[in-house]
C-alpha cells in the first residue's frame, strides 16, 4: 500500500499519527511533476474582483468561490509580512500556495527579505499591488468570451514528494490506516489503495481461515458465493477451465457435474457425448483451489 504526499510539513504529520499508532510504515522521497492548466486574471484585488463579475463563459459560482479563497490568502500572507516573519516558518505553513504569493510580491518590488526575515517594505499600500489569480480550465464552458478577459496559463514544476509504503498486513492496522490517511487524502485514492493492499493473497487467506475457523460462514455458503463471483471461462492452450463453474448454485455434495467443466477449444463446439470434453467433479475445497488457481494464472491466448 503505498500513498504519495507533498510538503514536508504534510509528511511529518502524517509519519507522528502513525508512528503514535505504532503502524510500521518506511517513507522514500523523489521528484515529481506539479501542473496547472487554466486562465489568469492580473490587477489588483479589487481590478480582479470587479473582472470576474464582468466575465463570461464561466462558472461564475465557482470562479467568485476560488477568488475569495485567493483574497483570503493573500490577506492572511499581508499581515504576517507587515510585521516580519521567517520565510521557512511561512513556506512550512502554507506550502506551494504561500511560495505562489510571496514570488507575486517579490516580483511587483514590495518584500525585504534579509536572507532569513521577509517583510513588506515600508510605505507599501496593499490595495495598490498587482496580483496574478489563477483558474482551472474546467470551469470554463465558453474559451472565447473568456480570453477576452483572461489569459490562457500552463504551469510545469519538478517538486519533492514522499511515497509511504505501509508494511502491515494485520487487518485491524491496515484499517486504522485508513482511519489516519482519510485526513490526508481523497476518498478515492485511499480506497485504491486500501483495496490494493488487503487484496493480497496473504491477507485475504488469512481472514478466510480466519472465518471459516470461527464458524462465522459455513464453508458450503462460501465456497458457492466464491464460484459465483469466479470467471466464466479462462483461456489457455488447450481450451478453457473453469468455463460454467457454477449453474443454479452448488449442492453440497461431491456430485457437481457443473462446477468446473473444461472444454477443448478448436474452433467448434464442445461435443461431450463424443469425447470431446470431460467433467471434473472435485470436493468444495478442491473446487475452490482450482478456481483460484486458475484466476490467479496469466495464461497465454488460445491458440486458434
Not at 42 to 64: H, N, Q
Not at 209 to 226: G, T
Request: aromatic share 8%; net charge negative; glycine share 8%.
Amino acid at each position: 500500500m503505498r500513498l504519495i504526499v507533498r510538503g514536508k510539513h504534510i509528511r511529518d504529520s502524517l509519519a507522528a499519527e502513525l508512528r503514535k499508532e505504532g503502524i510500521k510504515f518506511e517513507v522514500r522521497e523523489r521528484l515529481g511533476y506539479d501542473g496547472f492548466i487554466g486562465y489568469m486574471l492580473t490587477g489588483t484585488i479589487d481590478e480582479i474582483e470587479k473582472t470576474i463579475e464582468s466575465i463570461e463563459g464561466v462558472d461564475k459560482e465557482a470562479l467568485r468561490e476560488g477568488f475569495i479563497s485567493f483574497k483570503e490568502s493573500v490577506s492572511h500572507i499581508l499581515e504576517h509580512l507587515k510585521v516580519g516573519e521567517e520565510a521557512e516558518k511561512l513556506l512550512s505553513e502554507g506550502g506551494a500556495w504561500v511560495g505562489d504569493i510571496l514570488d507575486q510580491l517579490h516580483r511587483a518590488g514590495v518584500l525585504d527579505y534579509d536572507g532569513k526575515t521577509v517583510k513588506l517594505r515600508e510605505g507599501t499600500d496593499p490595495s495598490s499591488i498587482r496580483f496574478e489569480f489563477k483558474f482551472p480550465f474546467n470551469i470554463v464552458h465558453n474559451p472565447e468570451e473568456a480570453e477576452k478577459v483572461a489569459k490562457q496559463f500552463v504551469f510545469t514544476d519538478l517538486l519533492p514528494e514522499y511515497e509511504f509504503e505501509f508494511l502491515e498486513l494485520d487487518i485491524a492496522r491496515i484499517n486504522k490506516i485508513g482511519s489516519i490517511a482519510g485526513k490526508y487524502f481523497p476518498e478515492e485514492v485511499l480506497l485504491k489503495a486500501y483495496f490494493a493492499l488487503i487484496s493480497r493473497g496473504g491477507i485475504l487467506a488469512e481472514e478466510i481461515l480466519r472465518v471459516l475457523k470461527d464458524r462465522k460462514i459455513p464453508e458450503e455458503e462460501l465456497v458457492k458465493n466464491f464460484m459465483r463471483a469466479a470467471p466464466m471461462a479462462i483461456p489457455t492452450p488447450r481450451g478453457n477451465p473453469c468455463d460454467k463453474l457454477l449453474k443454479g448454485g452448488h449442492r453440497g455434495d461431491t456430485q457437481a457435474p457443473e462446477e468446473a467443466r473444461v472444454h477443448r477449444n478448436k474452433g467448434r463446439k464442445s461435443q461431450e457425448d463424443q469425447g470431446n470434453g470431460r467433467v471434473i467433479t472435485p470436493s468444495p475445497s478442491q473446487t475452490l483451489f482450482l478456481c483460484s488457481e486458475a484466476s490467479s494464472r496469466q495464461f497465454p491466448p488460445t491458440s486458434p
